[in-house]
């Protein structure tokens, strides 16, 4: 299995897997290679920090109900919009793994 394999985000995934492994691969990335003048790690963490307050705020993948008036469906949008972040950030970051 290449480490490329190890970092993956998948449909059954809960957003906080999907953050933890991004996470992971950003901090892989940053400390083991001098990747700051390909990658702007400090912009992703940020945004995906605030991609998690988010997630807290509508109870995405929490047992608790959230009270902002957002539908269920709208609430599966807000989430899968969020996956696809995740997705997106890691198959980023994968082309700097070799």
């Known amino acids: 299995m290449s480490v490329v394999d190890l970092f993956e985000v998948s449909e059954g995934d809960t ?3 999907a953050w933890l492994t991004t996470i992971n ?3 892989m990335l940053e400390h083991t290679h ?3 003048q390909y990658y702007d790690f ?6 995906i920090a605030k991609l998690c307050v988010i997630a807290e ?7 608790l109900q959230c ?5 269920e ?3 599966a949008l807000l989430k899968r919009k969020m996956m696809t972040f995740f997705k997106l950030q890691v198959a980023n970051l994968k082309h700097f793994v070799c």
């Open 15 to 17: 957003v906080w897997d």
């Open 25 to 27: 691969l950003i901090d």
């Open 34 to 36: 001098r990747m700051g």
């Open 42 to 47: 400090v912009q992703a963490r940020d945004k």
């Open 57 to 63: 705020v509508h109870s995405i993948d929490r047992s």
């Open 67 to 71: 009270k902002c008036g957002l539908s």
């Open 73 to 75: 469906s709208e609430h």
